[in-house]
Nanobody
């Protein structure tokens, strides 16, 4: 019904930048929320940032002032600009989409994850 595909992860040195992208496609009528979460082995999945259709944003405390989330509603795409990266930002980053489908149902969808590794 809905496909969520992330891209843009990779290896970067501490202090560097990366930009993640996530595109949602399928039987989508509208998207309520888009966001990014991250997870390291043995830990829970934590909030990084979310953005509503009205472009209201919310950030996790550890990324405030360094990461910026943005959204292109026409493309059903969300971006995460990550600056001043730290080794502790190393994780698998997952895109989350809360969407209303053309069938009028509402669903919560996840991408497959993209690895971000920050070397010291």
């Amino acid at each position: 019904q809905v496909q969520v595909v992330e891209s843009g992860g990779g290896l970067v040195q501490a202090g560097g930048s990366l930009r993640l992208s996530c595109a949602a496609s399928g039987s989508i009528s509208s998207i309520d929320f888009m966001g990014w979460y991250r997870q390291t082995p043995g830990s829970q999945r934590d909030l990084v940032a979310t953005i509503t259709s009205g472009v209201f944003t919310h950030y996790g405390d550890s990324v405030k002032g360094r990461f910026t989330i943005s959204r292109d509603n026409a493309k059903n795409t969300v971006y995460l600009q990550m600056n001043s990266l730290k080794p502790e930002d190393t994780a698998v980053y997952y895109c989350n989409v809360v969407a209303r489908l053309v069938s009028r149902s509402r669903g919560n969808y996840w991408g497959q994850g993209t690895q971000v590794t920050v070397s010291s």
